[in-house]
């Protein structure tokens, strides 16, 4: 990860930076790393420091990051605070989006700052294993091997997705009191209580990625509490 900076201040964090050079007709070409001038963030031109001039462009310098430290650091600031509201930081945003290692208690009290489907689909890049994304309000951990590039008809609450994609609920004790409520494809475990559409259930054995709701009939899994 690197941080744009202009004149000690910070102007933003990318991932990997587009680098550009100024054509002899005056526009901008994408080019290799050592034959750049300058490079392109959030819809500008700036020139990188110590490069030739390009015209009518602030000038900007690249700091390579650590960027486990940098979410690490986000990541404790984040959960330590009181439950986000309002508007956040696109910095603290950009970290939570990009991490593989949030915890899911802690992804759960901050779902607003992940990546909706929606934008998942726009961006249409890489989601690296144990990246979490927001789908409809539920979300869900990227658990493939290597990750995965969304698809339109493979959203992450559709049908045979569950070696992709597993819903997160950490927020509930599991207890008869404070029920887990029951999504399509989530870890349910062994001891545990579950509710859907308002009867309670216990879990008589562990059904990682369970497709079996609880008011399914037969099933010797479920118990109604």
Not at 60 to 67: G, Q
Request: proline share 7%.
């Amino acid at each position: 990860m690197f941080r744009i900076t202009k004149n000690g201040a910070s102007v933003g964090m990318i991932e990997a930076p587009t680098y550009i050079k100024q054509h002899s007709n005056g526009s901008f070409v994408l080019c290799p790393e050592p034959e750049a001038s300058g490079i392109a963030f959030a819809g500008s031109v700036y020139h990188l420091l110590g490069r030739e001039p390009l015209e009518n462009a602030e000038t900007v310098a690249l700091e390579e990051i650590d960027a486990g430290r940098e979410i690490a650091e986000a990541q404790e600031a984040v959960t330590t605070s009181a439950r986000l509201t309002g508007q956040i930081s696109v910095a603290a945003r950009l970290y939570v989006q990009t991490a593989a290692d949030i915890p899911d208690a802690a992804a759960l009290e901050m779902p607003s700052l992940f990546r909706t489907w929606v934008e998942a689909l726009a961006e249409g890049s890489l989601l690296a294993q144990g990246t979490i994304i927001n789908d409809g309000s539920t979300l869900y951990r990227v658990v493939q091997p290597g990750g995965v590039t969304p698809q339109e008809h493979q959203p992450p609450h559709g049908e045979g997705m569950l070696a992709v994609y597993r819903p997160i609920d950490a927020t509930h004790e599991g207890t008869q009191d404070d029920p887990i409520p029951y999504v399509f494809g989530m870890d349910c475990r062994q001891g545990k209580y579950y509710s859907l559409a308002g009867a309670l259930y216990l879990c008589k054995t562990d059904m990682p990625a369970c497709v079996w709701p609880p008011d399914t009939a037969g099933l010797w899994q479920w118990e109604v509490a």
